[in-house]
């Protein structure tokens, strides 16, 4: 079973930034996407940007230029660093890995709350 810890939500004031963190543990497959999703308030789950398995990264318009998604294989976690944070960005933040071949790998994070107002 492979299990994701978020961390780093909060709250911060319009054009701040923040860093979540996921710790990736267990049995991870071996082809493989690593997504950040978010869920704002009232609001479909949103893909926010992903790292594909040949390490090509890719970002919603919406974050397009403002956050960064990346990975480190030595600590074994998948960031997503957040600059010029909007109030729209508002929402819990999810980590997700989805295996490429089967649909039953899909493993998510618990959720971690951002919260962007004055």
């Known amino acids: 079973q492979v299990h994701l810890v978020e961390s780093g939500g909060g709250w911060v004031q319009p054009g701040g930034s923040l860093k979540l963190s996921c710790v990736i543990s267990?049995?991870?497959?071996?082809?493989?996407?690593m997504n950040w999703y978010r869920q704002g308030p009232g609001k479909q789950r949103e893909l926010v940007a992903l790292?594909?398995?040949?390490?090509?990264?890719n970002y919603s318009n919406s974050v397009k230029g403002r956050f960064t998604i990346s990975s480190d294989n030595a600590e074994n976690t998948l960031t997503l660093q957040m600059n010029n944070l909007k109030p729209e960005d508002t929402a819990v933040y999810y980590c997700?890995?989805?295996?490429?071949?089967?649909?039953?790998?899909?493993?998510w994070g618990q959720g971690t709350q951002v919260t962007v107002s004055s």
């Open positions: 790292i594909s398995p040949n390490g090509k990264t």
């Open positions: 997700n890995l989805k295996g490429v071949v089967s649909p039953d790998n899909d493993y």
């Open positions: 267990g049995s991870v497959p071996d082809l493989f996407f």
